[in-house]
């Protein structure tokens, strides 16, 4: 397993940057380890770290292991965007495809897609702006 989260949150953002787009859509605007102020480019990536989980402890603190749970959202518009829903229909199977097939996600942090909804996300939380998206749930190993 490798080291701290922030490192694995910077491969993330970087392999997210390199996927290729579904024909007919977009690149990936841009991806990033924390929400934005505004979200204004599209399709873009936001990833949060919503959990962590103590794995094992093996006697010392130093040796702790732990499963983070990243929320990685592909935003595609503001949810109420006229054909917003459509656009993120083919993007799934590409997704699943570059974080499988990345070995420094998937070997060295042990990186796994739980799932994906297709559940709109609001941003900021509360506030009412809702976002057509694909919201995936990571399960990724850190030992610190």
Aim: hydrophobic content about 45%.
């Amino acid at each position: 397993m490798a080291g701290e989260l922030q490192d694995f949150m910077e491969l993330l953002a970087t392999a997210q940057q390199a996927i290729a787009p579904p024909a007919g859509a977009k690149d990936i605007a841009l991806a990033t380890d924390e929400p934005p102020a505004q979200i204004m480019t599209f399709p873009c990536f936001v990833n949060i770290e919503r959990e962590v989980r103590p794995s094992s402890i093996m006697g010392s603190s130093s040796l702790r292991h732990f499963v983070h749970i990243i929320e990685m959202h592909l935003l595609f518009a503001p949810a109420d965007r006229k054909y917003a829903m459509r656009e993120r229909r083919p993007w799934l199977e590409p997704i699943f495809d570059a974080l499988d097939k990345d070995n420094a996600l998937t070997g060295a942090y042990g990186c796994e897609i739980l799932g994906a909804t297709y559940d709109n996300w609001e941003y900021p939380p509360d506030s009412g702006v809702q976002y057509a998206a694909i919201n995936f749930e990571l399960a990724v190993s850190v030992e610190k």
